[in-house]
């Protein structure tokens, strides 16, 4: 079993940044791909961008590429999203995904565990 926690979240001004943190444990980390979701009121939830397990290889969203990086410390059992020049329109809660041997696919069906999420705000 998977355990996963967000952090980072907040309220930041347009234009700014902010780095999530999702933590792992549990299971073998380096064996799962990793995705980041989100989730605004009224919406679904949609993919933002994941991490293979094997190569690295990162999928982004196009609302989001050329402004968010994925990236992954599997020493450190640790996913992080560096979220820069934000817009209101990124507001949302972000939820971290683990794809137990998976490649990073844009599906949430395919992600087997969760966190509980993590809010993010931006200001106009």
């Known amino acids: 079993q998977v355990q996963l926690v967000e952090s980072g979240g907040g309220l930041v001004q347009a234009g700014g940044s902010l780095r999530l943190s999702c933590a792992a444990s549990g299971g073998t980390f380096s064996s799962n791909a990793m995705g980041w979701f989100r989730q605004a009121p009224g919406k679904e939830r949609e993919f933002v961008a994941s991490?293979?397990?094997?190569?690295?290889?990162?999928r982004y969203a196009d609302s989001v590429k050329g402004r968010f990086t994925i990236s992954r410390d599997n020493a450190k059992n640790t996913v992080y999203l560096q979220m820069n020049s934000l817009k209101p329109e990124d507001t949302a809660v972000y939820y971290c995904?683990?794809?137990?041997w998976g490649t990073g696919t844009p599906f949430t069906f395919d992600y087997d565990y969760w966190g509980q999420g993590t809010q993010v705000t931006v200001s106009s």
């Open positions: 995904a683990a794809d137990y």
């Open positions: 991490i293979g397990w094997k190569f690295a290889n990162t």
